[in-house]
């Protein structure tokens, strides 16, 4: 079973640039599919991108197609999603799963999760 592990986040300016990184401590993921979702305040968790683990096929929300870009080393067992132009409604925590389907963007098929990390959108 995979321990993912997330980093990253933090405090950023509208417009900047962040790169999040979700770390398998186990070397498990390699059969996985890892997703990216995220909870902004007062906000349910909602799917953002996935990458495969069959085809390295990638996924994106609507919301951040163009500007999100989900990459994945199964060589470190991590999993990036760089983001460009950061806007305010980006400020979520943002979570990392695992899950056995090859292409799901349903959170009840991701079974395994990490602790999240921040990220502040500041205008």
């Known amino acids: 079973q995979v321990l993912l592990v997330e980093s990253g986040g933090g405090v950023v300016q509208a417009g900047d640039s962040l790169t999040l990184s979700c770390v398998d401590r186990r070397g498990a993921f390699r059969r996985c599919s890892i997703g990216w979702f995220r909870q902004a305040p007062g906000e349910e968790l909602g799917f953002v991108s996935l990458i495969s683990w069959d085809e390295g096929s990638t996924y994106y929300a609507d919301s951040v197609k163009g500007r999100f870009t989900i990459s994945r080393d199964d060589a470190s067992n991590t999993v990036h999603l760089h983001i460009n132009s950061l806007k305010p409604e980006d400020t979520a925590v943002y979570y990392c799963?695992?899950?056995?389907?090859?292409?799901?963007?349903?959170?009840?098929?991701?079974?395994?999760w990490g602790q999240g990390t921040h990220v502040t959108v500041s205008s």
């Open positions: 799963a695992a899950s056995l389907f090859p292409v799901t963007t349903n959170e009840d098929d991701y079974d395994s």
